[in-house]
């Protein structure tokens, strides 16, 4: 079935530290893997995506790992700036406009 | 741009009453779509048009609810009648046509709570 779960449900991290957050899937036929960050009264923005064909995707600060074998995905925020805090879902499509969304992770920057 | 806007922002109502979300996309966008956002059950895909027509309306949950897109610049969700289980937040996204079908464009939300 659709399924995509996350965890921690809740990341508290120093300033400066780095930050991971993991997404574990069950469908083995999704396309792509996205993050979008959701800030306190708005609506999700999206981060950065990659592709199933691929292991590792970086961005500004961020970097997607996918491992296909255990069906594990992960976003690593590196040097946490108070602006990164916000609610962070994975979700998954497969090549369509549907999009299935985890539960989200609130990352907490702590000054 | 302004961005995907909604209206309203906030709505209290009461059970049985009808209500009416509004939704103007990005301009040039041809896709819309309309989630639901709760504590239990996440931030589902109700519905979504192309080209003003509704190509999935797997998840809207039952026959209260309905969506309309009578124009490239307006969309419309409505609850009738409304029940205190429909309180949510509501976004409307949009994504251009040959964009990449991972990005949507989010509007800022409407806020239902149902008494």
């Known amino acids: 079935g659709e399924n995509v779960e996350q965890h921690p449900s809740t990341l508290s991290v120093q300033e400066g530290d780095n930050s991971i957050i993991n997404c574990a899937y069950s469908n083995s036929a999704s396309d792509y893997f996205i993050w979008y960050k959701q800030e306190s009264g708005k609506g999700p923005q999206f981060i950065i995506d990659?592709?199933?064909?691929?292991d590792k995707r970086q961005g500004q600060r961020v970097t997607v790992l996918l491992n296909k074998t255990v069906k594990h995905l992960s976003l690593q925020i590196a040097a946490t700036q108070p602006g990164d805090s916000a609610v962070y879902f994975c979700a998954e499509n497969r090549n369509s406009y549907k999009l299935i969304f985890g539960s989200g992770t609130r990352l907490l920057v702590r000054p | 741009d302004a961005g995907v806007i909604q209206s309203p922002r906030h709505e209290v109502t009461e059970m049985g009453q009808e209500v009416t979300l509004r939704c103007k996309p990005i301009?040039?966008?041809?896709?819309l779509f309309w989630y639901r956002q709760t504590m239990m059950r996440g931030l589902e895909l109700l519905i979504y048009f192309n080209n003003n027509v509704p190509i999935d309306d797997s998840g809207m949950p039952e026959d209260r609810f309905s969506a309309k897109m009578p124009n490239a610049s307006f969309s419309t969700l409505k609850i009738q009648p409304s029940e205190p289980r429909d309180s949510a937040v509501y976004f409307c996204a949009s994504s251009p046509r040959g964009h990449s079908y991972n990005e949507q464009f989010f509007g800022p939300g409407t806020r239902l709570t149902v008494l």
């Open positions: 301009s040039g966008h041809d896709y």
């Open positions: 990659i592709r199933s064909n691929m």
